[in-house]
Nanobody, 125 residues
Framework: QVQLVESGGELVQAGGSLRLSCAAS????????MGWFRQAPGKEREFVAAISWAGGTTYNADSVKGRFTISRDNAKNTVYLQMNSLKPEDTAVYYC??????????????????WGQGTQVTVSS
């Protein structure tokens, strides 16, 4: 089992920045590709960003390109999501997810093996 704990979500004004963290435990972190997803009220959970197990490849949703950056520190068992130029439409619960190394469609919810409980990000206009 892999346990994932997100942190860093809070209320921020439009145009501001936040950095979310997701701390992993339970199994070797470097064995997992990682993703960030979000779910706004009344909407389905959607892909935000993902990063390969060694950090060499990243993926971003079109809606966050140029604003959000995913990174990881395997020595700290942590994946990050740096969010800049935040917009009210970024308001959502943000989840991190882990996918064991192997064939992988990073944008699909069903690909991931483990999920965190989420952290709330609220962007005021």
């Amino acid at each position: 089992q892999v346990q994932l704990v997100e942190s860093g979500g809070e209320l921020v004004q439009a145009g501001g920045s936040l950095r979310l963290s997701c701390a992993a435990s339970g199994r070797p972190f470097s064995n997992y590709n990682m993703g960030w997803f979000r779910q706004a009220p009344g909407k389905e959970r959607e892909f935000v960003a993902a990063i390969s197990w060694a950090g060499g490849t990243t993926y971003n949703a079109d809606s966050v390109k140029g604003r959000f950056t995913i990174s990881r520190d395997n020595a700290k068992n942590t994946v990050y999501l740096q969010m800049n130029s935040l917009k009210p439409e970024d308001t959502a619960v943000y989840y991190c997810a882990a996918k064991f190394i192997g064939s992988w469609n990073p944008r699909e919810n069903d690909e991931y093996d483990y999920w965190g409980q989420g952290t709330q990000v609220t962007v005021s206009s």
